[in-house]
């Protein structure tokens, strides 16, 4: 199996941490967070979002899409995107350098502090980035997110991860529409 994603590093980097904790997640001695994140480095699993050549190419077709639609706006209209879930950055840096920056507002959510603070430091140069904390398994009313809120909502790698789907992308729906 590793000749077949040899030209793919971090999948078989995060396939291979996977596979050497298997048996101990199963038994319950290792939780499946740690698996992919050990010893609380998100390095592995960044590595895939940021460099796998599926996301690269997820990522050029979102950012195509998004200069897309800041061009189809006009060159006056303001863009409100939300990031949903935006935890390693990596969607994040591959659409900020296609929007216009004096005429957008970003915000990257998530629902860890960590994932804020990494993002804080990591982005801390682009004007028009904000972050907060979201919960997609809990009302986006009653945590700061008003109804029609934002043009674009992005969720990449992370709506599989609610409890409630259907919530989840109804809550979503809401910050989007009025």
């Given at each position: 199996?590793?000749?077949?994603?040899?030209?793919?590093d971090?999948v078989?980097?995060?396939?291979?941490?996977?596979?050497?904790?298997?048996?101990?997640?199963?038994?319950?001695?290792?939780?499946?967070?740690?698996?992919l994140?050990?010893?609380?480095?998100?390095?592995?699993?960044?590595?895939?979002?940021?460099?796998?050549?599926?996301?690269?190419?997820?990522?050029?077709?979102?950012?195509?899409?998004?200069?897309?639609?800041?061009?189809?706006?006009?060159?006056?209209?303001?863009?409100?995107?939300?990031?949903?879930?935006?935890?390693?950055?990596?969607?994040?840096?591959?659409?900020?350098?296609?929007?216009?920056?004096?005429?957008?507002?970003?915000?990257?959510?998530?629902?860890?502090?960590?994932?804020?603070?990494?993002?804080?430091?990591?982005?801390?140069?682009?004007?028009?980035?904000?972050?907060?904390?979201?919960?997609?398994?809990?009302?986006?009313?009653?945590?700061?997110?008003?109804?029609?809120?934002f043009?674009?909502?992005?969720?990449?790698?992370?709506?599989?991860?609610?409890?409630?789907?259907?919530?989840?992308?109804?809550?979503?729906?809401?910050?989007?529409?009025?």
């Open positions: 199996a590793e000749e077949v994603l040899e030209a793919n971090p078989l980097g995060l396939m291979r941490r996977c596979g050497q904790v298997l048996e101990d997640v199963v038994a319950r001695r290792v939780s499946p967070l740690e698996a994140f050990p010893g609380g480095s998100v390095d592995l699993v960044a590595a895939v979002y940021s460099r796998s050549d599926a996301m690269r190419y997820v990522n050029v077709l979102l950012a195509g899409a998004l200069e897309a639609v800041a061009a189809a706006r006009g060159p006056r209209a303001q863009l409100r995107v939300l990031e949903v879930g935006a935890g390693t950055g990596a969607t994040t840096a591959a659409v900020l350098p296609c929007l216009p920056p004096e005429r957008t507002t970003y915000c990257f959510t998530d629902v860890s502090p960590h994932f804020l603070d990494r993002a804080r430091a990591q982005f801390a140069a682009v004007p028009f980035l904000r972050h907060a904390l979201l919960d997609i398994d809990r009302d986006a009313g009653e945590q700061g997110f008003a109804p029609g809120t043009d674009v909502v992005l969720a990449a790698n992370v709506v599989h991860a609610a409890r409630d789907l259907r919530g989840a992308l109804n809550g979503m729906r809401q910050v989007w529409f009025e």
